[in-house]
């Protein structure tokens, strides 16, 4: 393979556009001739349009994007440490129910968030903790505990309500195909308390999970005696 010309006079422009480590030597990507020229033009064009973007010259756009990167680092943590105190703020209403569990809906969270609130939940109570997020039928969840592998309950949740998820022994996470309220009684609590916006729910025992839990005690409670 290779440019085969009669003359080095037709090859015209060489641009190396990429290099990479490839069996112990290195493999160049290269363009040439109108093919270079072209790649230059738009990548000059990328340029221009990106001082324009910036307010900035050609010479100092990498240096007002690194910080334009590191403004954007700050906020987010200052979002962090903001949603965090809103979190604490939810947990002591959450943690005030006598029920067995904890169930929490909230419609905008992230995966992040997920984690993050059910950790805050689990290292206050002993309580198993489902939260949901998300519209219509399409839901994310976390399901934690803190002194309970929380594996095989997350089995029976994600089967009985067409979920996929999966974790470690105090925590999973997931997604699930029901609408806030059907997950929570399901799981075990009141419907009709899910369709409120960041409200904590704890419903009577019974649905999934609880069942599932004594199971898996009095399994346990055998093979230690076994």
Not at 33 to 39: E, S, V, Y
Not at 40 to 63: H, W
Not at 200 to 210: E, R, S, V
């Amino acid at each position: 393979c290779g440019i085969h010309v009669k003359t080095t006079g037709e090859i015209g422009m060489i641009k190396c556009i990429a290099s990479e480590r490839h069996r112990g030597g290195m493999r160049l990507t290269i363009v040439c001739g109108k093919r270079a020229l072209r790649d230059a033009q738009q990548k000059q064009e990328v340029i221009m349009e990106a001082g324009k973007m910036l307010s900035a010259k050609p010479e100092v756009i990498t240096t007002n994007i690194a910080k334009l990167q590191e403004e954007i680092n700050n906020y987010k943590q200052q979002l962090v440490e903001k949603t965090n105190e809103l979190f604490a703020y939810k947990c002591r209403e959450y943690l005030k129910t006598d029920e067995p569990m904890i169930f929490v809906y909230e419609k905008t969270l992230t995966g992040d968030d997920l984690r993050r609130l059910s950790l805050m939940l689990t290292e206050q109570t002993e309580k198993i903790v489902l939260i949901l997020t998300g519209e219509g039928n399409q839901l994310k969840y976390a399901l934690a505990c803190k002194n309970q592998d929380i594996r095989p309950l997350n089995k029976v949740l994600t089967e009985a309500l067409q979920g996929k998820g999966g974790g470690k022994m105090g925590l999973c996470q997931g997604n699930l195909v029901a609408t806030a309220g059907h997950a929570v009684f399901a799981a075990g609590g009141d419907a009709g308390d899910a369709h409120g916006q960041g409200a904590g729910f704890a419903g009577p025992p019974g649905g999934l999970l609880l069942p599932a839990l004594d199971r898996c005690e009095r399994d346990g409670g055998a093979d230690a005696a076994g």
